[in-house]
């Protein structure tokens, strides 16, 4: 879990210098200090949210219903929010997000499409955003009329680094005006943290079948072809392409009819 580390003040803290002191990604600290001194959760029960998102993470079949289970967690475990949203960005690939709560559908299409707003400048600076009021925010004057749209007003935006799979963050929106709190902004950060490692191993697994599934599929051109290794890695990446397919896909349909041709 990504715990940052910074001094902070005692209990008076507010909204504002914890966020500066929480947007150091670098820094490192006891968590039961920080949560103390912010007012955040309890240690113990940040731990048991810690537990529950794992366990659901880690038992997705997919990275986008990871991504979709981690959105749902997060609205129903951070005080206030209305809508949390996930945007990842792999290196080469299209962007994948989700979205769970009834506000701030509008906004998040307005954001994506316009490429600017607080998920995506927290992805690409990788630091922590928040906006205490979208309606008067200078920073993204052509999202206003979409946040009054979506009945949303305040956002914080936490930054997710998959380590050698892909960049975005964790979106937490707010139906009342106001800077996010020390509990929403601690709580936010430390499931990011979680998730980060959480969805960097689901995408090593993905990567270890994707190998074992295009491995078999390249014996099967072999044997169909009599060629070489390189040629039926080839063949193979030709052919996803070709089809417009994703190359695991095509791979797992090449070994399922070679399989019902040996049955036959």
């Known amino acids: 879990m990504s715990v940052p580390q910074r001094r902070v003040p005692a209990a008076s803290t507010s909204a504002r210098s914890l966020r500066r002191t929480l947007s150091s990604r670098r820094s490192r600290r006891s968590a039961s200090a920080l949560f103390a001194a912010s007012g955040g959760p309890h240690p113990v029960e940040l731990a048991g949210l810690l537990h529950e998102l794992t366990v659901r993470l880690l038992t997705a079949d997919t990275l986008p219903r990871a991504l979709e289970r981690l959105t749902a967690f997060a609205?129903?475990?951070?005080?206030?929010?209305?809508?949390?949203?996930?945007?990842?960005?792999?290196?080469?690939?299209?962007?994948?997000?989700?979205?769970?709560?009834?506000?701030?559908?509008?906004f998040d299409q307005a954001m994506y499409e316009g490429s600017t707003g607080p998920g995506l400048e927290a992805a690409r600076t990788r630091s922590l955003v928040?906006?205490?009021?979208?309606?008067?925010?200078?920073?993204?004057?052509?999202?206003?009329?979409?946040?009054?749209?979506?009945?949303?007003?305040?956002?914080?935006?936490?930054?997710?680094?998959?380590?050698?799979?892909?960049?975005?963050?964790?979106?937490?929106?707010l139906e009342s005006p106001g800077d996010p709190g020390p509990e929403l902004l601690v709580t936010a950060m430390a499931l990011a943290g979680q998730a980060e490692v959480l969805l960097g191993e689901l995408g090593r697994r993905a990567a270890l079948t994707e190998g074992a599934e295009v491995d078999r599929?390249?014996?099967?051109?072999?044997?169909?072809?009599?060629?070489?290794?390189?040629?039926?890695?080839?063949?193979?990446?030709?052919?996803a392409q070709r089809l417009g397919l994703d190359r695991r896909v095509v791979a797992e349909r090449l070994v399922a009819a070679a399989a019902r041709k040996a049955g036959d």
Not at 78 to 105: D, F, H, K
């Open 130 to 173: 928040t906006a205490g009021d979208l309606a008067t925010d200078d920073r993204w004057p052509r999202l206003r009329e979409a946040a009054a749209a979506s009945g949303i007003r305040a956002v914080a935006a936490v930054p997710l680094d998959v380590r050698r799979t892909a960049v975005g963050a964790l979106s937490v929106y």
């Open 75 to 106: 609205v129903g475990s951070l005080p206030g929010a209305a809508r949390c949203s996930v945007a990842l960005i792999g290196e080469g690939g299209p962007l994948m997000a989700a979205t769970s709560g009834s506000a701030g559908e509008t």
């Open 217 to 239: 599929a390249v014996g099967v051109i072999i044997a169909q072809r009599g060629c070489g290794v390189h040629e039926a890695y080839a063949i193979l990446q030709e052919s």
